[in-house]
């Protein structure tokens, strides 16, 4: 299992994610992007916009590598003269405000002395909360998870939480999901199946985003239902450039900026101090991003 | 010269600016929000939304003091045990795409052993590039500067240069202005000249956007100019969630978020790898903000 096997599988990862999701879409198709970054590597960004059910969707892989920068070694917190990266980024942005957002990651991290470790995470940002598609989408994570080890949920799920979380809004970006980093062999699990894990989880994507807008009739959106889609784009777009660790180092470390602001929604709104009204939808979906649920 | 009358004036400043900023607009009202902060201190945040110059403005002052935060020594390199800041900033986000986004900041800053010094800065982010217009915004900060030190101007300009600059997209944020920090009797110039130039800077902000609108006739926006202000929109998100100091610090230490977004546009749009047509306005404009200029 060495870094060409895994970036080439994550390639084809990304290649299965964009033809399910276009089956998904039934009108839109993927624009892809080939690019080369000048110290070593490069990607394929795929976009697509202007669906039937996706406003804007951007799948995008990477392989790059190169020496270790000084932005690295501070975020990292390891030493090496060389590194290799590679993984799949996915950000899905629905048209109709009734559909959640919904973000996945996976990704492979390797030092030059054989040092290697897995992230990645999926979480779920709906514009209106519905508690019933919360818990299916947990149990989905969960199940996987499980089948590598039961510590998994339980200990991933608290970090997304933690993670995707705006303090200074108080509010959690959605209805979390997980979130995993530098897991390595120390977890018992050897490179193999660490590696099949996140491949399952980029493969559960599309079932699941299919699972959370399925079942429902939905009516033309209304008005309000458009503006406060676009208020919580406005917090999405607060997540990733204020706080999203892989966004923060992309961009400050001289990354690829499209690739990396993939993950913007096609528009997003703010007005001063806004609240919804007591007792509205709007105003539930509020209260339930102000606390931390269980949903397993 | 006392922090108290500091604090007035910059607030009598406000109300000024305020009243000049609706008699420009002939339409919209602002809606003063006051808050206060536990720490100690407070202010007024006002707001306009929805005028027929004006599509959102934020004129907010505010008074603050209380311990020196861990963030505040990391940020400003000074020890102190209690702090008193106070200032105001403003930003226009007009309606139409032919009007120029404007910004400004005068702030004072002073800590218990009687250290102060006064910041502040005036930048133009035109949606399209005027370089006549350019040209007379550039003119009148030089001259209200030049009255004070005829080193003030080159170098503040300078700075915003280097300030108001989007690293990840090599692109200025519009056309410059001038920004300063840390402005104290170094310079030659007693504390009550420093906060004359502030409050003379903040006088001068609604003349100039005044000049910056006046004289133009102006059809009803296009779809392509609506669309091209908000991708330009998009890049002031950007700009002041990537890279704004006053923003970034605001938040990370736990600052009021609603009166620091106040800068948020209405709303803001992204695209992938969105490049305007070769020689038209919308590519002439990108092409200016890719370069330093001079001008005066």
């Known amino acids: 299992m060495n870094k060409n096997t895994i970036a080439e599988r994550y390639r084809a990862l990304q290649l299965h994610i964009c033809a399910a999701l276009e089956k998904l879409d039934g009108q839109a198709k993927f624009t892809e992007d080939t690019w080369e970054r000048q110290e070593g590597g490069g990607g394929h960004t795929s976009t697509l916009v202007g669906g039937a059910v996706l406003e804007k969707a951007g799948v995008a892989f990477s392989a790059v590598h190169g020496p270790v920068t000084d932005a690295m070694k501070k975020q990292l917190g390891h030493e090496g003269e060389a590194f290799f990266a590679t993984g799949v980024s996915i950000v899905l942005h629905?048209?109709?405000?009734?559909?959640?957002?919904?973000?996945?990651?996976?990704?492979?991290?390797?030092?030059?002395?054989?040092?290697?470790?897995?992230?990645?995470?999926?979480?779920?940002?709906?514009?209106?909360?519905?508690?019933?598609?919360?818990?299916?989408?947990?149990?989905?994570?969960?199940?996987?998870?499980?089948?590598?080890?039961?510590?998994?949920?339980?200990?991933f799920k608290e970090w997304a939480d933690r993670y995707f979380f705006l303090p200074h809004r108080g509010e959690s970006r959605g209805v979390g999901g997980i979130f995993f980093d530098q897991l390595d062999e120390s977890c018992g699990l050897n490179k193999e199946q660490l590696f099949t894990y996140c491949i399952d989880l980029g493969e559960l994507f599309p079932v699941v985003y299919n699972q959370q807008i399925e079942g429902q009739r939905l009516n033309a959106p209304t008005k309000a239902e458009q503006d406060w889609q676009a208020l919580r784009r406005g917090r999405y777009v607060e997540f990733n450039l204020l706080h999203d660790r892989g966004t923060k180092f992309g961009i400050y470390s001289g990354g690829r900026t499209e690739s990396i602001l993939m993950s913007m929604p096609p528009m997003a709104n703010w007005a001063y101090n806004h609240e919804p009204e007591e007792g509205s939808e709007e105003q539930k979906t509020l209260s339930f991003l102000r606390a931390i649920h269980d949903f397993c």
Chains 1, 2 share one sequence.
């Open 94 to 155: 629905p048209k109709h405000p009734r559909h959640p957002i919904m973000h996945m990651n996976v990704r492979y991290f390797e030092l030059e002395d054989q040092t290697y470790w897995f992230g990645g995470g999926i979480d779920l940002t709906p514009h209106y909360v519905n508690p019933d598609k919360a818990i299916s989408f947990h149990q989905s994570l969960k199940a996987v998870s499980d089948r590598y080890s039961t510590e998994f949920y339980p200990k």
